[in-house]
T-cell receptor
Framework: TQLLEQSPQFLSIQEGENLTVYCNSS?????LQWYRQEPGEGPVLLVT?????EVKKLKRLTFQFGDARKDSSLHITAAQPGDTGLYLC???????????FGTGTRLTIIP | DAMVIQNPRYQVTQFGKPVTLSCSQT?????MYWYQQKSSQAPKLLFHYYDKDFNNEADTPDNFQSRRPNTSFCFLDIRSPGLGDAAMYLC???????????????FGPGTRLTVL
């Protein structure tokens, strides 16, 4: 069973600070997705990374897929209260149609 | 425009009383998924359909059943809800298997189930 561990599990920081969330596995994934989920809502896709070493930017968010396609990181610059939410990474394995979700990081940005 | 719609958004049922949750999609996607998400946890896949082909996860309790009468609709039936079944239930769709493409899964807003 593939396992995606996210760290930290909880993170509470002041507005304007930078932060990095990690998503690690011992398994190789064909692609990896990051979602943000707000309370009472379904997860919303932020990005999909496919190539080892790939870096994608979405405004203040930077996503990186590890060279070996086993891990990923999400870096947020100058965090804002609107960034608050549950961040989930999810990997797609070769030959497996299912998403494996990470354990989640609950982020709170304090104004 | 909503693409994956779930009804109701909030459902309250009694212990042991059957309940049905509904999901519809306007994306004409082949694959539909049902997930269970408990508080502060990651979504857990219960089962999925590729068209009419049903795939049950090995650890999904028999208490949970699903129906997909057509491409647009999928239902989750909980035959005898227990207190431990209280959770957010998420429906998702994808055009094809996510492993064969970079297609993503689009999630609905979820139905929060309370069991009294």
């Amino acid at each position: 069973t593939q396992l995606l561990e996210q760290s930290p599990q909880f993170l509470s920081i002041q507005e304007g600070e930078n932060l990095t969330v990690y998503c690690n596995s011992s398994s190789v994934f064909s692609s990896l997705q990051w979602y943000r989920q707000e309370p009472g809502e379904g997860p919303v896709l932020l990005v999909t990374v496919v190539t080892g070493g790939e870096v994608k930017k979405l405004k203040r968010l930077t996503f990186q897929f590890g060279d070996a396609r086993k891990d990923s990181s999400l870096h947020i610059t100058a965090a804002q209260p609107g960034d608050t939410g549950l961040y989930l990474c999810a990997g797609v394995s070769f030959g497996n149609e299912k998403l494996t979700f990470g354990t989640g990081t609950r982020l709170t940005i304090i104004p | 425009d909503a693409m994956v719609i779930q009804n109701p958004r909030y459902q309250v049922t009694q212990f042991g009383k059957p309940v049905t949750l509904s999901c519809s999609q306007t994306l004409n996607h082949n694959v539909m998924y049902w997930y269970q998400q408990k508080s502060s946890q990651a979504p857990k896949l219960l089962f999925h359909y590729y068209d009419k082909d049903f795939n049950n996860e090995a650890d999904t309790p028999d208490n949970f059943q699903s129906r997909r009468p057509n491409t647009s609709f999928c239902f989750l039936d909980i035959r005898s809800p227990g207190l431990g079944d209280a959770a957010m239930y998420l429906c998702a769709t994808s055009r094809d298997w996510t492993s064969t493409s970079t297609d993503t899964q689009y999630f609905g807003p979820g139905t929060r189930l309370t069991v009294l």
